[in-house]
């Protein structure tokens, strides 16, 4: 019987606005299919949560949430996602369709690739997942199943944050670790935790498969599996491979470290190295190399029952081995009874009930239960909001009291928040993450400020355009009398120069109005050439006729109370001056109107 057309989406308008028109893949997680976007006219390819998890509400606000989060990744290595939404018990994610196949297709299909071809294919796939730890996301799944090759041999990675969507607190109250065992780094099997260097391990494990051909460690059960990526070190990949560039053992080596703190700090550091390994690798020789002997090949795992992350592509889906998987921690073997399973395999000695098996019984009950119980101690908390604005040390002292790890990161600029306070936090707040998370406050630097530039004997012109550049605003222009500065230049500004001020202040510009000139009018000459010349005037004196007194000042150009410039010459027009003499039978009348005298008469005798 045809699944597609027993499917009863298919045919179905979902959300009054995607026909579902074929079914492309279908996972323990979801089913992918093939939809046009009747509002847009596009295909897309539409990822419908099974019904299991969209009737956990805890997983449907995490699945938006993180969908949000994977729409602002906009990177040409990433799906897209354009939508999320649900339509009754359709919940949904609506994403770029890419034709083409998964990078697992292109291992079960040419078996291993040549060690430049390899790391080729892994620097789109480490640029994407940079991408994604530039903002603060973490694939935590990483796997060959999710990595897409275009017909035109792009390379997409899918599902970012699907798994994190998974971790609802149904999860994570039992101890449950999300991901593919074949990929999981140490931290996440032993402690649940991922971070970018959890992806830099998956992507190093990735690479180790695509030179090999297979992958690192094999085991009975995912347990087993699990236990040796704890405890074991990763092979290099020429132990297999006989003739592997050392360079390369050296790039695997450096991202599967199992010290998180040993790996690079994120994709993007590492897309640094894998690119520098790129340049020093000698071209592959023509052909696909063959693939791996069966003995190499990695063991199958059991299917789990529901998380399966699956690609755009239309191609099957994912092998056991490699599908996304939801097991307790406390599963995880200790180092005994994870070198068991050599000794298990003889039926005699399982049978055999003597009273070192009975110890090593209870030891193991206890090891799990003790196992169970430290790992059901996680928990999840959110991120206050009541930390942005609060002074920088009183906010980490709330934040380390609610049980997070505090770090200051780089101070930014900020008009609104004091400095010293805090700006936002890293994750925002409101985020939901485990208890003991490292918690970033970003610091207010204050506004951003800049100094108030000299302008002094600048003119208007020059100042605005200088306040302009220092991005200042002109508030008003004042203009003032003043001895010193030319009439038209600036004298000073308010605030003064130098002084630092927020970017888009006002400004003040005074500018000199030059000097008042004087009245000298009435004044005698000489009286008001000193006045004038001690103001730093040059001086020009007209002679007239007049009917005053004489050598007085009767008109000054320019007018009294005109504003000029020092040094400008002021011309003043006084009334001819009359000499002083005296007569021999009299004298000038006193009175200083020039036209009387008093005749003194001597006496004469005749």
């Known amino acids: 019987m045809d699944t597609t057309l027993a499917d009863p989406l298919v045919g179905r308008l979902v959300d009054g606005r995607y026909r579902v ?7 323990g997680m979801a089913t992918v299919y093939l939809a046009l976007d009747i509002r847009l006219d596009r295909t897309v390819a539409l990822k419908v949560m099974h019904r299991s998890l969209a009737e956990d509400p805890a997983f449907v606000r995490r699945f938006c949430g993180e969908a949000k989060a994977a729409a602002r990744l906009s990177h040409p290595n990433v799906v897209q ?15 770029e369709h890419v034709p083409g196949r998964t990078l697992r297709d292109v291992l079960r299909e040419r078996g291993r690739l040549g060690p430049r071809e390899a790391v080729e294919a892994l620097i789109p796939v480490l640029a994407a997942l940079g991408a994604a730890h530039q903002i603060g996301m973490v694939h935590r799944d990483v796997k060959p199943e999710n990595v897409l090759v275009t017909d035109d041999g792009r390379i997409k990675v899918v599902d970012f944050g699907l798994a994190r969507a998974m ?7 039992t101890g449950m670790m999300i991901g593919t065992i074949a990929y999981m780094s140490p931290e996440q099997v032993t402690e649940g935790h991922a971070d970018p260097r959890s992806d830099v391990y998956a992507a190093g494990i990735m690479l180790f498969e695509l030179v090999t051909g297979r992958q690192p460690y094999e085991g009975q059960n995912p347990m087993s599996v699990a236990y040796k990526h704890v405890h074991d070190t990763v092979p290099p990949p020429s132990a297999l491979v006989p003739g592997t560039p050392p360079q390369l053992d050296a790039l695997v080596a450096r991202a599967t470290d199992r010290d998180p703190d040993r790996r690079p700090a994120d994709a993007s550091a590492m897309l640094v190295l894998a690119v520098e390994t790129h340049r020093s690798l000698p ?15 990695a063991v199958s795992l059991p299917p789990p029952s529901d998380a399966a992350p699956l690609s755009t592509a239309a191609s099957p889906p994912a092998s056991a081995p490699n ?32 009273w070192f098996l009975v110890a090593l019984a209870l030891v193991m009950v206890a090891a799990v239960a003790f196992s169970g119980w430290y790992f059901s101690r996680t928990s999840y908390v959110k991120v206050p909001a009541d930390l942005v604005g609060k002074n920088v040390s009183a906010a980490r002292s709330e934040a380390e009291s609610r049980g997070f790890r505090v770090r200051l990161g780089k101070g930014v600029h900020d008009d609104k928040i004091p400095k010293d306070s805090v700006v936002r936090t890293e994750p925002a707040a409101g985020t939901e993450v ?24 600048l003119t208007e012109q020059e100042a605005k355009k200088r306040l302009t550049q220092a991005g200042l605003k002109v508030e008003k222009i004042s203009r003032i009398s003043h001895n010193e500065v030319q009439r038209g230049r600036v004298v000073r500004t ?24 004087p009245d000298v009018r009435g004044m005698e000459r000489d009286e008001a050439e000193r006045v004038l010349q001690e103001k730093g005037f040059s ?26 410039d020092k040094n400008e010459t002021i011309t003043l027009t006084v009334t001819r001056c009359m000499p002083e003499f005296s007569w021999p039978w009299g004298n000038r009348d006193d009175d200083g109107d020039g036209d009387e005298f008093i005749i003194n008469v001597p006496d004469v005798t005749f």
């Not at 971790?167 to 109250?173: F, K, L």
């Not at 071209?283 to 090949?297: F, M, R």
């Not at 510009?509 to 030059?514: F, K, L």
């Not at 009917?547 to 000054?556: D, F, K, L, N, P």
Request: charged content about 25%; proline content about 10%; overall charge negative.
């Open 21 to 27: 028109e074929s079914r492309i893949a279908r996972g």
């Open 81 to 95: 996602v354009f939508d999320q939404g649900s339509d009754g018990d359709v919940v949904y994610l609506s994403m």
């Open 167 to 173: 971790e609802g607190d149904r999860h994570t109250r």
């Open 283 to 297: 071209h592959d020789p023509e052909g696909s190399p063959p693939p791996p002997a069966p003995a190499t090949q």
């Open 323 to 354: 599908r996304t998987l939801v097991q307790p921690r406390a599963d995880l073997p200790d180092e005994e009874t994870g070198s068991s399973d050599q000794e298990s395999a003889a039926p005699a000695r399982r049978l055999r009930l003597n």
């Open 434 to 457: 485990e208890t003991g998370s490292l918690l970033t406050l970003i610091p207010s630097l204050g506004p951003r400020l800049v100094g108030v530039p000299e302008l002094s004997g």
């Open 494 to 517: 308010s605030p003064p120069a130098g002084e630092e001020v927020k970017i888009g202040s006002k400004v003040e510009i005074v500018v000199s109005a030059g000097i008042a000139l």
């Open 539 to 564: 001086v020009r004196v007209r002679e007239v006729r007049g009917s005053g007194r004489s050598c007085t000042v009767i008109e000054q150009e320019p007018a009294a109370g005109t504003a000029v």
